[in-house]
């Protein structure tokens, strides 16, 4: 199913565990890595070459959300929209970003650029609303903030992650 390649960094993951099972979230994350996504097959294949059961290793990619079971756009945007970032216009920022890409939740806009979802705690309730752009935190966001880091992306740009005007100092 994959190269000589990442056959070989499967042999190398595999080995730093005693027990093969515990090698399923890394090889997950490499399979998503490689394709984008966690298919199907990427499952079977992963359940054979571990010697598990197929449901098992579906039954870990669909309980973490960090794996994704479809293809997705360029960029995933995961909005944040538990109470922390309720309280603060996380409402309104989704609202924002489903009209200006023209799409709802949980869909990809027709050039396969960005794929939307809201997902529930995410961990930066001191920042928020907050959303998860693929691997980075965009965090203090209003409807200015959501455009120019918008536009940033469209452009091919990566906005530089982390805390927003908010942000605290401690030193």
């Not at 054979?48 to 995933?76: E, I, N």
């Not at 965090?139 to 740009?157: F, P, Q, T």
Request: proline share 6%; hydrophobic share 35%; aromatic share 8%.
């Amino acid at each position: 199913m994959f190269g000589e390649a990442f056959e070989k960094k499967v042999d190398e993951m595999v080995a730093r565990y005693p027990q093969p099972r515990g090698a399923v979230m890394p090889l997950l994350h490499m399979v998503q890595e490689e394709e984008g996504y966690v298919s199907p097959e990427a499952e079977a294949w992963i359940a054979q070459r571990l010697g598990l059961a197929p449901a098992y290793v579906h039954g870990v990619t669909t309980f973490y959300t960090m794996y994704r079971t479809s293809k997705q756009g360029r960029y995933l945007l995961q909005l944040c929209t538990t109470v922390s970032c309720m309280l603060r216009g996380c409402d309104n920022v989704l609202e924002h970003i489903k009209q200006r890409l023209g799409i709802e939740e949980g869909e990809t806009t027709a050039d396969g650029t960005f794929t939307l979802v809201t997902v529930e705690c995410l961990g930066s309730c001191g920042t928020a609303p907050m959303m998860q752009v693929n691997d980075d935190y965009y965090e203090d966001l209003d409807i200015e903030r959501v455009d120019a880091l918008l536009d940033a992306l469209e452009r091919g740009e990566r906005p530089e992650p982390g805390p927003g005007p908010c942000r605290v100092l401690v030193e």
